[in-house]
């Protein structure tokens, strides 16, 4: 079965930085867009990051850009979030998603993904 298992999250102080990682099985990795999403408690979840099957182009959330990377290793069926400069508003619980794709576009709905990882916490101290 499909499995998106996250790592890498933990508590920083504001101005740090975290690097989270997400491998996934069972899955033809590169037929897959990959997306990031966050939820903090008491809010929805919310759209951070997402790159295409083969990695050629990126989108992120307004309230990251500039700040957070997303890649991916078609090699090893991994996808990464560099998240720097992180700010107490970054905290939340994030989770790795994928997304079937015939083409090389990338979604921003959450509920156009399939698979999800069980979440990983991010906690930002000010």
């Known amino acids: 079965q499909v499995q998106l298992v996250e790592s890498g999250g933990g508590l920083v102080q504001a101005g740090g930085s975290l690097r989270l990682s997400c491998a996934a099985s069972g899955l033809t990795f590169t037929n897959y867009a990959m997306g990031w999403f966050r939820q903090a408690p008491g809010k929805e979840r919310e759209f951070v990051a997402a790159i295409t099957r083969s990695g050629s182009r990126t989108n992120y959330a307004d309230s990251v850009k500039g700040r957070f990377a997303i890649s991916r290793d078609n090699a090893k069926n991994t996808v990464s979030l560099q998240m720097n400069s992180l700010e107490p508003e970054d905290t939340a619980v994030y989770y790795c998603?994928?997304?079937?794709?015939?083409?090389?576009?990338?979604?921003?709905?959450?509920?156009?993904?399939?698979?999800w990882g069980q979440g990983t916490q991010v906690t930002v101290s000010s």
């Open positions: 998603a994928a997304n079937y794709r015939r083409n090389n576009l990338i979604s921003v709905v959450a509920a156009v993904y399939e698979y």
